[in-house]
């Protein structure tokens, strides 16, 4: 849990001619006693000479024990009382977990999860100490890629950290977050952005300021041209980048008459006034990346709260899903997640997914019972009114391919013994292929041997005529998707899998595979269009086999 530590030190610089005292914390962790040497440590020490050269008090250590690694890290809060820049910079072996980091003390041994609190300094209690110095605090932490015994639940190296309002981080390999700090940190009148451009082999992350200088230019150097920047609207550029209400109350703290005074009480009257902030902020803290959102839409669509959209982006549709979801269990609808609604979201929905699959099967054995019963009564017989009896009550049955094969010996049979003049008047119709055409086909030969194909054709082309703008609907719906030929492949070969036999993987959705969807959606109790939506799309996804990238 984050620790919240009352403001010591101001945001930029003093407005008096008296320059504010740069303080800095600088401890080199070398020698471990049960894990190897992180040989770049003792190069922290030439740092801190560094910083100290420059005018930085310095509280350093070397080769520390987690107690002593607590009490510096409290000695630097205690004394940092004044409107300085704060560099705080830990050289040593680190161990991280999902959601935590902490540095180590030397007398580190083989810490795990449960004992690690133990045996290291967390780095979010570093960075709550570096936020007491808002917009003029920069933590280094240097690591090597050395052997590290570490028990069950924890990995070394630095992890992911949830980086405070107004402090820079930066991380790194030892030697080069050294030579940083002793090269490029005593230097003033220059950003941190700037400064990190010479040192794109470190990574660093929260408030880089293009505009702020790290320290503020000596006061001996020339004035600033009038038309320059003065030391307010510095302060003010790094409250607008900062853009929180505590940057802005520490603004007015300082110019509480200044320029920017009523601007800076209506932004942060404005930003306290939004509704679910601390939601919003929260879900935020989480860091969910796009394919987490895409799983979170994913579960919520499958759970029956339409997100409209399997984007990974949460706009107004999921924020109403979400909010749709929470009210149904529970929750504060406020629309943004927290971790655990994430994670009881997925487990829904896995919980779901499953129960579908298991709805699908028995839905299956049934139909395919009845199928096989009806394919008995009618169409096993292989005579040509059977076989359209069976198509008619089961076109994407079990037997349908078996049934229309023979269905068309029957029909060229027929054709051979037709005589002449029935024979042209059908192929007239054929060609055609309208229901005027067949009509006329039976006008003139009720009893024909054609007749019977002649009708089913009329059945079909009239009903496929009624659903000509659903089709249409349908078919614009699938395109919305915007599937790749590698997406249809895939799609397909899911398909294959459940054995709804789509033909080959070609990425070309033919009538084989409209008739597979169709089958598919009637398994999982869909509306059987033969076409795809987001919502049978969820539910091929819902089976494990399927993943569709960008």
Excluded: C
Aim: proline content about 5%; cysteine-free.
């Amino acid at each position: 849990m984050r620790i919240t530590i009352g403001v010591l030190l101001s945001v930029v610089f003093s407005g008096g001619p008296a320059m504010p005292e740069d303080r800095a914390l600088v401890i080199g962790n070398q020698n471990y006693a049960e894990a190897a040497d992180v040989t770049a440590a003792d190069a922290a020490e030439l740092a801190a000479r560094s910083l100290q050269t420059a005018g930085f008090t310095v509280i350093r250590g070397a080769d520390l024990t987690v107690a002593d690694l607590r009490a510096r890290l409290s000695q630097a809060l205690l004394e940092g009382v004044d409107d300085g820049r704060l560099v705080i910079l830990l050289s040593g072996h680190f161990a991280q977990s999902d959601s935590q980091t902490w540095f180590l003390g030397v007398d580190a041994a083989a810490p795990d999860l449960v004992t690690v609190a133990a045996q290291g300094l967390p780095v979010a209690t570093v960075l709550d100490v570096a936020a007491t110095q808002a917009g003029g605090a920069v933590v280094l932490l240097g690591t090597e890629a050395r052997r590290l015994p570490l028990g069950p639940g924890l990995r070394p190296g630095i992890g992911a950290v949830s980086v405070p309002q107004g402090v820079t981080l930066v991380t790194g390999d030892a030697a080069r977050i050294a030579d940083f700090a002793a090269r490029s940190l005593a230097a003033r009148g220059q950003s941190l952005t700037a400064l990190l451009a010479s040192a794109p082999d470190l990574q660093a992350s929260g408030f880089l300021s293009r505009l702020v200088p790290f320290r503020p230019a000596d006061p001996g150097a020339p004035p600033v041209s009038p038309g320059g920047p003065d030391a307010e609207s510095i302060f003010w550029q790094s409250t607008r980048e900062q853009g929180t209400p505590e940057a802005f109350d520490a603004y007015l703290k300082r110019y509480p008459e200044g320029r920017f005074a009523d601007l800076a009480r209506t932004e942060a009257a404005r930003i306290r006034a939004e509704p679910g902030r601390e939601a919003r902020l929260a879900e935020q803290a989480l860091a969910l990346t796009r394919d987490d959102r895409r799983a979170v839409q994913r579960a919520l669509s499958l759970l029956g709260f339409d997100p409209r959209g399997i984007d990974g982006l949460f706009g107004a549709g999921s924020r109403t899903a979400i909010a749709a979801w929470q009210k149904a269990n529970a929750q504060t609808p406020t629309t943004y997640l927290t971790r655990e609604q994430v994670v009881a979201v997925l487990d829904q929905a896995d919980r779901r997914a499953a129960e579908l699959e298991a709805e699908a099967d028995l839905r299956k054995a049934e139909q395919q019972r009845q199928d096989q019963l009806y394919w008995n009564q009618t169409g096993a017989a292989g005579d040509e009114a059977g076989l359209r009896s069976y198509l008619k009550r089961f076109p994407d049955g079990i037997f349908a391919e078996v049934a229309g094969v023979r269905l068309a010996a029957i029909e060229a049979e027929l054709g051979a013994q037709a005589a002449a003049q029935e024979r042209a008047v059908w192929d007239v119709a054929e060609t055609a292929d309208t229901v005027e055409g067949y009509r006329d086909y039976l006008a003139a030969f009720p009893e024909g041997a054609f007749a019977a194909e002649a009708t089913a054709r009329i059945d079909t082309l009239t009903a496929n005529a009624a659903n000509d703008a659903d089709r249409q609907s349908w078919q614009a719906t699938e395109d919305g998707l915007a599937l790749s030929e590698l997406a249809r492949g895939l799609i397909e070969g899911r398909l294959e899998a459940l054995e709804l036999r789509p033909g080959p993987p070609d990425g070309v959705f033919d009538d084989q595979t409209r008739r597979a969807i169709r089958r598919f959606q009637t398994l999982r109790d869909l509306e059987a269009t033969g076409y795809l939506d987001q919502t049978t799309m969820v539910s091929l996804l819902a089976g494990g086999v399927l993943e569709l990238g960008e």
